[in-house]
């Protein structure tokens, strides 16, 4: 791979609610806003070689890329290591109390009712970043998640993962050559090795 365009979905239906989905059996599709923000984001690739498509395995993200491709003859693949993190016991609920509960445990610690802790979502996110620039393509467009994205541009810039990350705007693009992909990856992974909270 030699250029990675990094794509949060289109709104959602859960989105639009402030509500938390990660469970990939759930067809959680795109709000009408979220449809008109993945077609945009079409118009901005519209002169952009794309040799694959990366989803994340949950409807949003599957939905946006097809739409922002428009019919083009690029091959896709879902891979769930870029899923959104497993909620536990929050899923399907509002966002803040999760939020909350998160900004009050260590990254170690796992959510209540089967959810997924930050180190260990931080470790499948830096694996499967490490298997893309592994890739023959040149050209990667990745429709994921905010999560995923926030760290891997945190990185970028030299931050570790936060207890705390902002979010990313809906379908917009971010381009990144391998190499500072790559070295964002490095980052995410000394980070897992010792996570600072």
């Known amino acids: ?26 067809a959680v599709g795109l ?58 016991a929050f899923e399907g609920g509002p966002f803040q109390p999760y939020r909350e509960w998160a900004w009050a445990h260590g990254s170690t610690v796992e959510p209540p009712g089967g959810g997924e802790s930050r180190q260990a979502v931080v470790t499948r996110y830096a694996q499967a970043f490490r298997r893309l620039l ?23 810039d030299g931050a570790d993962p ?3 990350m902002g979010m990313i705007d809906y379908a917009r693009p971010f381009r990144l050559e391998a190499e500072a992909l790559g070295r964002a990856v490095d980052r995410l992974e000394a980070w897992c090795a010792a996570p600072s909270w």
């Open 1 to 26: 791979m030699r250029t990675a365009i990094l794509a949060r979905h289109g709104e959602s239906d859960m989105n639009a609610r402030d509500a938390l989905n990660s469970d990939a059996g759930a």
């Open 31 to 88: 709000s009408p806003a979220g449809e008109e923000q993945a077609r945009r984001l079409g118009e901005e690739l519209a002169g952009e070689p794309v040799d694959l498509c990366i989803t994340s395995a949950l409807t949003r993200t599957r939905r946006t890329a097809e739409l922002a491709l428009g019919g083009r003859d690029v091959p896709m693949e879902a891979w769930p290591a870029l899923n959104d993190p497993r909620y536990g």
């Open 134 to 156: 592994e890739r023959d393509e040149v050209t990667v467009l990745v429709v994921i998640h905010s999560l995923p994205i926030a760290y891997v541009l945190g990185a970028v």
């Open 162 to 164: 936060a207890q705390r």
